[in-house]
């Protein structure tokens, strides 16, 4: 690999002269590379030589555009069997936000800096700091993708990550995330009873079921009787139901799990098996056709009306009266915080491994992440007390 002088003339007769990087890539194919400066040649001499030593180079030419990159990541994605609604969300992140503004730039430009200036760019033009996350995870999934096509020698977002999670903008991020509180996250034990107290005919059994086994909605949607227990009080997650009504496993191995049933949860799906209409799915919630219900019309009909015939309502600032509640996360949420909480305070007092496994998190730093503040502290002065008087006691013992 050397840099050279290259000297021509123009066509008019005008004298130009350039600095060529001239080396072989990975594959044995010669390689030219032209620069206006030599200390710019140089340095892609430098880099270049570690990375077709490292076999991670990728040459200009052998790139394409984050638009092409992008239509091959989904493409890969769908015949992989990604979920519809991941798919959608892919291409919603690619239509909206990456293709418009760096749509037309190679994979190799792609540098820690033009990731940055691209979350810049959202933010100017309105996008959300949660969008914007959630792009940038989208556009480092792309350029993974990317990298095992061998279209791209590095993942700059990752680098990006890297380097964040270990300074003060990882730091930052974590002070500004919002932890989840009781009574504006979380249902307060007062409007648990009030939602049970209001929620009235088919919905009943699902608000319940949902409230004390913190399933998710769509696993709510996908549970078949042949996976409810009622005899030995246990429920089994092995599918669920997505937006389109289409069957499919949990979101992760940890999904699949089994949860026990308190008495209220059996006795009230007992009574609501009787009843429930009947279909070729065998659905515990279903329709009134037997079929997958609609995840709007468990949110509508299910949990908003219990919320305010109770008087669960909160007024927005432009006069609109809603339920407090809006989704059916937050009866997940106070699953979790009853699964925490202490007996002596009405919860089961489970350690944060149990509550993992009947949460289904995928492991134990979600589980933390978003519930650990909710776990009891020991108060630290009573344990050093106690400790100091156990210490002393066996030295004056002796």
Same mark, same amino acid.
């Given at each position: 690999?050397?840099?050279?002088?290259?000297?021509?003339?123009?066509?008019?007769?005008?004298?130009?002269?350039?600095?060529?990087?001239?080396?072989?890539?990975?594959?044995?194919?010669?390689?030219?590379?032209?620069?206006?400066?030599?200390?710019?040649?140089?340095?892609?001499?430098?880099?270049?030589?570690?990375?077709?030593?490292?076999?991670?180079?990728?040459?200009?030419?052998?790139?394409?555009?984050?638009?092409?990159?992008?239509?091959?990541?989904?493409?890969?994605?769908?015949?992989?069997?990604?979920?519809?609604?991941?798919?959608?969300?892919?291409?919603?992140?690619?239509?909206?936000?990456?293709?418009?503004?760096?749509?037309?730039?190679?994979?190799?430009?792609? *540098?820690?800096?033009?990731?940055?200036?691209?979350?810049?760019?959202?933010?100017?033009?309105?996008?959300?700091?949660?969008?914007?996350?959630?792009?940038?995870?989208?556009?480092?999934?792309?350029?993974?993708?990317?990298?095992?096509?061998?279209?791209?020698?590095?993942?700059?977002?990752?680098?990006?990550?890297?380097?964040?999670?270990?300074?003060?903008?990882?730091?930052?991020?974590?002070?500004?995330?919002?932890?989840?509180?009781?009574?504006?996250?979380?249902?307060?034990?007062?409007?648990?009873?009030?939602?049970?107290d209001h929620v009235e005919?088919?919905?009943?059994?699902?608000?319940?079921?949902?409230?004390?086994?913190?399933?998710?909605?769509?696993?709510?949607?996908?549970?078949?009787?042949?996976?409810?227990?009622?005899?030995?009080?246990?429920?089994?997650?092995?599918?669920?139901?997505?937006?389109?009504?289409?069957?499919?496993?949990?979101?992760?191995?940890?999904?699949?799990?089994?949860?026990?049933?308190?008495?209220?949860?059996?006795?009230?799906?007992?009574?609501?098996?009787?009843?429930?209409?009947?279909?070729?799915?065998?659905?515990?919630?279903?329709?009134?056709?037997?079929?997958?219900?609609?995840?709007?019309?468990?949110?509508?009909?299910?949990?908003?009306?219990?919320?305010?015939?109770?008087?669960?309502?909160?007024?927005?600032?432009?006069?609109?009266v809603r339920p407090k509640?809006?989704?059916?996360?937050?009866?997940?949420?106070?699953?979790?915080?009853?699964?925490?909480?202490?007996?002596?305070?009405?919860?089961?007092?489970?350690?944060?491994?149990?509550?993992?496994?009947?949460?289904?998190?995928?492991?134990?730093?979600? *589980?933390?992440?978003?519930?650990?503040?909710?776990?009891?502290?020991?108060?630290?002065?009573?344990?050093?007390?106690?400790?100091?008087?156990?210490?002393?006691?066996?030295?004056?013992?002796?």
């Amino acid at each position: 690999m050397a840099v050279r002088k290259r000297k021509w003339t123009t066509a008019r007769g005008i004298d130009k002269e350039a600095w060529v990087a001239d080396y072989v890539d990975g594959e044995g194919k010669r390689r030219l590379k032209t620069f206006t400066r030599k200390k710019d040649a140089d340095a892609f001499e430098a880099a270049t030589a570690v990375e077709v030593r490292e076999g991670t180079h990728v040459a200009e030419r052998a790139t394409v555009t984050v638009a092409e990159s992008a239509t091959r990541w989904i493409e890969s994605g769908a015949q992989a069997g990604l979920e519809r609604t991941t798919l959608d969300q892919y291409r919603q992140h690619v239509d909206l936000h990456i293709t418009p503004f760096i749509g037309r730039m190679l994979l190799s430009k792609l *540098t820690v800096p033009a990731v940055r200036a691209f979350q810049d760019r959202l933010r100017e033009e309105g996008r959300s700091p949660a969008m914007v996350k959630r792009v940038t995870v989208s556009l480092g999934s792309l350029l993974s993708d990317a990298q095992e096509r061998g279209l791209v020698a590095r993942n700059s977002v990752k680098e990006m990550s890297k380097r964040r999670s270990r300074g003060s903008h990882g730091r930052a991020e974590k002070r500004q995330k919002a932890r989840l509180q009781i009574g504006v996250d979380i249902p307060t034990r007062d409007e648990i009873r009030a939602i049970v107290d209001h929620v009235e005919g088919r919905w009943r059994p699902l608000i319940i079921a949902a409230i004390f086994t913190g399933l998710r909605a769509s696993e709510l949607r996908g549970l078949r009787w042949s996976d409810v227990d009622l005899v030995d009080a246990k429920l089994h997650v092995r599918q669920r139901a997505d937006r389109y009504h289409v069957i499919g496993m949990p979101k992760s191995d940890a999904g699949q799990r089994s949860i026990p049933l308190p008495p209220i949860v059996v006795n009230t799906l007992r009574e609501w098996k009787l009843a429930c209409p009947k279909g070729d799915l065998d659905l515990v919630f279903p329709n009134g056709a037997g079929n997958i219900e609609w995840h709007p019309n468990v949110i509508k009909r299910g949990l908003w009306p219990p919320q305010v015939a109770a008087g669960l309502t909160v007024t927005d600032s432009d006069g609109t009266v809603r339920p407090k509640y809006t989704g059916m996360h937050a009866l997940r949420h106070f699953f979790a915080s009853w699964c925490i909480n202490r007996r002596v305070d009405g919860g089961l007092e489970l350690p944060a491994k149990m509550v993992q496994a009947r949460m289904g998190h995928s492991s134990i730093v979600m *589980t933390m992440d978003v519930y650990g503040h909710l776990f009891p502290s020991m108060d630290d002065a009573e344990a050093l007390a106690r400790a100091e008087r156990e210490l002393l006691g066996s030295i004056n013992a002796t």
